[in-house]
């Protein structure tokens, strides 16, 4: 019997735990995704580089052996202020502390020690594959006239496929997204300068590292990270704006934006620091943009950005 692509299945749940599974559920646990794709191993290729009076391929050993998913989900809140959108466990999982005020808002940042770690289920018509120990990175991508979106990048502990049935899903704190547009994004500052928003990107940029050594445990470990992403807005009389002299003089200053008009459904990216690294001309529609490549800097520690569902 083929097995169909369209008919796939994701779930991810929380560890109590570093690498146990939780056991998530279809009816609890479903992540609603646009993009979904999986590299059920990946591993470290060792050869047998024998000595022999003959040509050809030397065997090949599996070392480090581990899986990656890439999910990527619509940026959008759950529909309810003060409660986390259904793809939360992914975010927690990236080295992002989750803050929950109830009934006002849900705020995710960094954090450089006791990183958390989920589970995920990934069913591919019937073929399951289960990631525990996962820990990962993710970027965020808006322009105008799309839905923006994050994407998240996930390693995690191998274990063998199974025939399994897909789940039955029920997608649950999800609203509907917005398009990025003017009405839908507003209060965009980059430098303290509101500017004409085209495109914005930020890529959280995490070390990950699958660690497995004779007498200690498999774990995927996050060790550093280097955000960084990139605005474009339309070009601007160097008397309005000018940044190229933030550039050279390494002036840092603030990117934020808000997505969203309805209580439930908004989304605020907060950087307090951003270095602008290399400023370049492109063309939309025939007019002049600034595109303006960024990198995030701490304040005060684990403070680069601020993501706050309100």
Not at 27 to 51: F, G, H, K, M, Y
Not at 142 to 150: H, M
Request: glycine letters at 6%; proline letters at 5%.
């Amino acid at each position: 019997m083929p097995k169909r692509t369209r008919l796939r299945a994701l779930l991810a749940k929380d560890e109590s735990s570093y690498g146990s599974d939780p056991t998530a559920t279809g009816s609890a646990n479903a992540i609603l995704c646009t993009e979904l794709s999986i590299e059920p191993i990946q591993s470290d290729e060792v050869t047998r580089d024998l000595v022999r009076s003959y040509l050809g391929n030397y065997d090949t050993l599996l070392a480090n052996t581990r899986a990656q998913v890439t999910i990527t989900v619509e940026m959008a809140g759950s529909g309810a202020a003060g409660t986390a959108p259904h793809y939360a466990p992914l975010f927690t999982s990236c080295g992002m502390a989750q803050t929950v005020v109830s009934s006002t808002s849900v705020t995710y940042a960094p954090v450089s020690a006791s990183f958390d770690s989920c589970t995920i289920v990934f069913n591919a018509d019937g073929i399951q594959h289960k990631l525990t120990g996962c820990r990962g990175t993710y970027s965020v991508n808006c322009e105008t006239g799309s839905i923006p979106t994050i994407t998240f990048v996930m390693t995690g502990l191998y274990n063998a496929p199974t025939d399994t049935t897909m789940p039955t899903c029920t997608f649950q704190n999800q609203a509907d997204p917005l398009i990025f547009k003017n009405g839908n994004t507003s209060a965009f500052q980059f430098h303290s300068f509101a500017g004409a928003l085209q495109s914005w990107s930020f890529d959280m940029n995490n070390e990950i590292v699958y660690r497995e050594l004779v007498g200690g445990t498999k774990e995927v470990m996050i060790n550093n990270r280097t955000p960084a992403g990139s605005v474009q807005i339309e070009n601007i009389a160097l008397s309005a704006k000018n940044y190229f002299t933030n550039a050279t003089s390494n002036t840092t200053g603030n990117n934020t934006f808000l997505h969203g008009t309805s209580a439930g459904n908004k989304v605020t990216i907060t950087l307090p620091k951003a270095n602008i690294t290399a400023p370049a001309y492109a063309s939309v529609d025939d007019i002049d943009m600034l595109d303006l490549a960024y990198t995030a800097k701490p304040n005060s520690g684990n403070d680069e950005i601020s993501i706050a569902y309100t």
